[in-house]
């Protein structure tokens, strides 16, 4: 039992070395937790995402017969992916090094306070537009529908609480934000006294970030909250640097589960889908979200996805949106499945963007790859045996655990071994590529599992509503790094829910703003 012990702490250590040599940081949060299980390229099935076509559509062998039918569309066969220039001669490749600096723009005071560091995003200018807009909004409202004797003008003041309510609801879950103020097992008496429930029910009721809809520009579609979202994105660049590594992927945004089975089926009725997708580019050092890219499910504006719905440009054009601000810079690129393509590679290349994906036959375009590589041959393959092609310095990478899982990359040299390290199962041989992207994502999904605990609760029906308070959910975990990483942390350690407090009384300006235990 000891040896076992030994031997798993050994493995482990091992990882952490290997890690450590591809740029992968400890968990900056010192918290680190299990493994997700939503990874796909974790998928250990041979029903995975990456599964090879023939063993998806039915057919059988064929790996290496040329056949057009057999492969996914755009596929080259054998004799044309010669000609293109595809090879199994293999060759070093070498990503120059990085010519950016990594980590915050700024350094911030040691008595920084949770609030000074949420306010590197949502300063008080970004709040005073906000009360301006929604006393704008309020005024219009009522000549349009007559007088509301309740209403008064909101202040600054009263805006910086009322964040500060809904912002309480991503530490202490409740049913519904006005539950604060009730006798139930939700309330929290601790800040309900600090306004009415009246006077909250009539800021929500008017809040707005643009009054009125623009007589011409793009995002038609999400003009009420898009003055926002330039402000928030240039704040993000301008306060924290990411490190070479990064990916691009969307954030666990869906319905809390505890909810879900919790609540009357009026209720769940009464939610709407999502109307709303939201993709990031997230630093896999430390989780800080970079850049943010909105756009809606439907609409006829230019914000749109109808035109693009289920199609490979769709993600292709959300990757050169979210990549827009880091080319020539040398940075690594970690892509799902539906991002994953020759094309899009070939273009970041031009840039001096270095990028590796994981593919799948289903999801991604394979336009301009082998079919020899994306299909089984007749012979069975044995775990942590792979194969790869190159064209130039890009290579296509077949690699089998359980299942065939394909890579595109030029980031990593297609010559060197890396280790997948398993508890159970040991030492897996493989490409360093397929190790890489491995040891990456997988922080992520740990840090997008924990922190996605940590969202706002509170779900308006608005559209734009929605995306405001996923972008201040965003906004808040990004200043908790920033704090992690900051001397105002060796001052007081304050975990991920004691920040979100202390941040919840600043904004209501209570006179004890130490977290409660």
Known sequence: MAECGRKALSLLEAARSRYESLQISDDVFGESGDD????????????????????????????????????????????????????????DVTVPPYKDTYGPAQKMPANATALDFFQLFVPDN???????????????????FGSDEGWRPVTAQEMKAFLGFVTSTSVHRCESVLSIWSSGFFSNRSIALKMSQARFEKILKYFHIVAFRPSQGSNQGLYKIQPFLDSLQQSFSCTFRPSQTQVLHEPLIDEDPVFITTCTERELRKRKKRKFSLWVRQCTSTGFICQISVHLKEGQGTDGLATLKNKPQLHSLVAKQLCQNISGKNSIIFTGPSITSLSLFTEFSKQDIFC???????????????????????????????????KGSMSLISWYNKGHFRFLTNA?????????????????????????????????????????????FHKPNKTWQQVFW????????????????????????????????????????????????
Not at 429 to 445: Q, T, W
């Open 470 to 517: 996923l972008s201040i959910s965003i906004a808040i975990n990004n200043a908790y790094i920033l704090y992690k990483m900051s001397d105002s942390y060796t001052v007081k350690r304050y975990s991920r829910a004691q920040f979100g407090e202390r941040l919840v009384r600043e904004l209501l300006d209570l006179d004890d703003c130490s977290p409660t235990q």
């Open 356 to 390: 590796c994906g994981l593919l799948s036959t289903r999801k991604s375009d394979c336009t301009g790859l082998p079919q020899s590589m994306l299909v089984c041959g007749s012979t069975p393959a044995q775990r942590g045996q792979s194969r790869v092609m190159m």
């Open 412 to 456: 990593y040299p297609p010559t060197k071994q890396g280790l997948i390290i398993k508890r159970k199962s040991g030492e897996i041989p493989c490409p360093l590529a397929v190790e890489a992207f491995a040891a990456h994502l997988s922080y992520i999904c740990k840090y997008d599992d924990k922190y996605s605990k940590y969202f706002i």
């Open 36 to 91: 997700s299980s939503d990874n796909p390229f974790y998928s250990t099935s041979g029903d995975s995402d990456s599964d090879n076509y023939i063993a998806e559509t039915g057919g059988a062998g064929g790996g290496n017969n040329g056949s057009t039918g057999a492969g996914p569309p755009g596929c080259l066969s054998r004799s044309q992916a010669e000609e293109e220039g595809w090879t199994e001669s293999l060759q």
């Open 126 to 144: 970004c709040i005073q537009n906000m009360v301006t807009q929604t006393n704008m909004y309020a005024k219009k409202f009522q000549e349009r």
